[in-house]
């Protein structure tokens, strides 16, 4: 292996070693396959190409400041594509095959796993796709789950430093009662106009707001979108978000740390309260926003103004690292750690 220049590594693919595979035949699931191909082989009708049925999570696993190796809030990602799975009438994934499943990926390619104090992290995609052929609309009979593993670096390239964030009227990124809270492909699809957009007027991000009435914040391009004031941590709430797993641990952090948490909905007008905003998940953690511009009316919301982001984001920041990276104790049990 070439040497990797792990402070300096993009939010990208990456070859490893191996994957791990598993199948769904006849109403059960196979043992685990290992194997080195990048490459899925699977019949031209089979219906995750033609009617979306995919689920996947993200999650992250970390060199601990002891030389282990730690992966973050393992079981929580399995329930999650479980009920991803169920929104889209697919098989689930048992937890404790997930948890079999990455702990084999890690483990197979731990010589990917950066060093502690890197910055950087070995990020775990497991995939759960229909392959089975049908042509009418219905849900197939046979499914492959895989598990790949590549080392990252942030997910915005500026890491943990404000960015700009632009909302947007005229796109949607899920119906109200559609699959906004599960994590499936189209969500990202029909994000990647307004997203694209975005980049290409200058913001890191899209900020979406609900579908049916246009009043409230609701997703913040790929993340969560969080905001604080008087001493409070705020964040959506609605069926069409994605409940990130990260915002979940954060907000259990301010609440640790004395702050107020309210997960409700987030009027557009309650931007120009906040002391503080970002966006969160597992590929940012905190992405801390310095300023939101509406593209449709020209309204523009400061933050960060010294240029930093803001006390109490990097209190729950560094705490969340430090948990995952082993340098402050996990009261909270959410580190599998791989000795």
């Known amino acids: 292996m070439n040497t990797i220049d792990w402070k300096n590594l993009p939010f990208g693919y990456f070859k490893t070693d191996y994957n791990v595979r598993c199948y769904y035949k006849d109403g059960k699931w196979s043992d685990l396959d290992v194997t080195d191909n990048e490459y899925i082989q699977m019949h031209m ?6 009617y979306g049925q995919e689920a996947f999570e993200g999650l992250k696993a970390f060199t601990g400041k002891d030389g282990s190796i730690r992966i973050f809030r393992l079981e929580e990602n399995a329930k999650r594509l479980i009920n991803s799975s169920i929104g889209l009438l697919m098989p689930q994934v048992p937890v404790e095959l997930f948890k079999k499943a990455v702990l084999k990926a890690v483990e197979l390619n731990k010589r990917f796993v950066p060093p502690y104090g890197e910055g950087a992290s070995l990020y775990v995609r497991p995939l759960l796709i229909g392959t089975g052929a049908e042509v009418g609309v219905k849900p197939a009979k046979e499914y492959t789950f895989i598990v790949f593993v590549g080392p990252v670096g942030p997910y915005f390239k500026e890491g943990f430093k404000p960015v700009r964030m632009q909302i947007v009227r005229d ?11 599960i994590k499936v492909g189209g969500n990202y699809a029909a994000s990647l106009r307004a997203g694209e957009r975005a980049h290409q007027e200058g913001f890191a991000a899209a900020i979406f707001l609900d579908a049916r009435e246009k009043k409230y914040i609701d997703e913040a391009g790929p993340a969560n979108f969080f905001g604080i004031k008087n001493n409070t941590y705020i964040t959506p709430d609605s069926h069409s978000i994605l409940p990130s797993i990260t915002n979940m641990s954060l907000r259990a952090l301010a609440e640790e740390i004395g702050m107020k948490v309210e997960q409700r909905h987030v009027p557009v007008e309650e931007l120009s309260e906040f002391e503080e905003t970002g966006a ?3 590929a940012a953690v905190i992405s801390p926003i310095s300023q939101i511009v509406d593209r449709d009316n020209g309204k523009v919301y400061n933050y960060c103004k010294d240029g930093k982001p803001g006390p109490m984001s990097v209190k729950l920041y560094n705490k969340l690292k430090a948990i995952q990276e082993g340098s402050e104790p996990d009261k909270f049990g959410w580190i599998t750690i791989i000795k």
């Open 45 to 50: 009708a089979a219906t995750c190409l033609h």
């Open 171 to 181: 796109f949607d990124r899920a119906a109200p009662l559609g699959t906004g809270y």
């Open 280 to 282: 969160c998940g597992t």
